[in-house]
């Protein structure tokens, strides 16, 4: 489990047979072989390491569903401990698919970005809720039909690696975690559903 709060911007060396090498250095510092690491939201299992790189296996559908690609910047996070401040939200390391970045625009001393994705993506994002962006946790300013957009500080934009994000650039996307139940519950086909749109309206949901 992890916060979606990064601690760290690695770059992915390689690719190759199922195994992913990422240069980095902090996340290292505690590592045993085992420990999961959410590279660029992706929770990956550490193989190998040494004191600057680790390795992981990665399935082929991790990297049909995301966006890695070796040369690039990737942000990094050690999965929580109990008793560390819960700085950010529920980010599970599971990506739902990905996003392209329409636009970058700024807003006092924010930077809104507003991200295209799938139906079934966009059904489980929310205005004011909360969304994971390359592993980044953000909220979400606004969720229309089409399209989203997050709302970023200067601070996160500097120590992630949306300092090198541009119009067009594909971003990994997980959706939180309790939309996906909810949306679940709300459609799964040929179960007469007690939970409703309307009862979750009537409850102040």
Do not use: W
Request: proline share 1%.
């Amino acid at each position: 489990m992890f916060t979606g709060i990064i601690e760290e911007v690695g770059t992915l060396k390689s690719l190759d047979g199922g195994v992913i090498e990422i240069s980095c250095k902090k996340v290292l510092e505690d590592v045993k072989i085992g420990d999961s690491i959410c590279v660029n939201g992706i929770c990956l299992t550490v193989t190998n390491f040494a004191t600057d790189f680790f390795t992981a296996d990665v399935m082929p559908e991790t990297v049909h569903r995301t966006s890695l690609k070796v040369g690039e910047l990737v942000n990094l996070e050690r999965a929580m401990k109990i008793s560390d401040r819960f700085g950010g939200h529920i980010v599970s390391g599971h990506i739902d698919g990905t996003g392209k970045i329409l636009n970058i625009g700024a807003e006092g001393n924010a930077l809104v970005i507003n991200i295209s994705a799938e139906k079934n993506l966009l059904r489980q994002i929310a205005a004011k809720g909360s969304v994971a962006l390359d592993g980044v946790s953000l909220t979400v300013v606004d969720a229309k039909n089409e399209n989203f957009s997050v709302s970023m500080i200067p601070y996160t934009r500097e120590v992630t690696n949306f300092s090198k994000k541009r119009v067009g650039s594909t971003v990994n996307i997980e959706t939180d975690i309790l939309a996906k139940y909810i949306d679940r519950l709300l459609n799964f086909k040929n179960v007469p559903a007690k939970l409703t749109e309307n009862f979750l309206l009537a409850n102040g949901f």
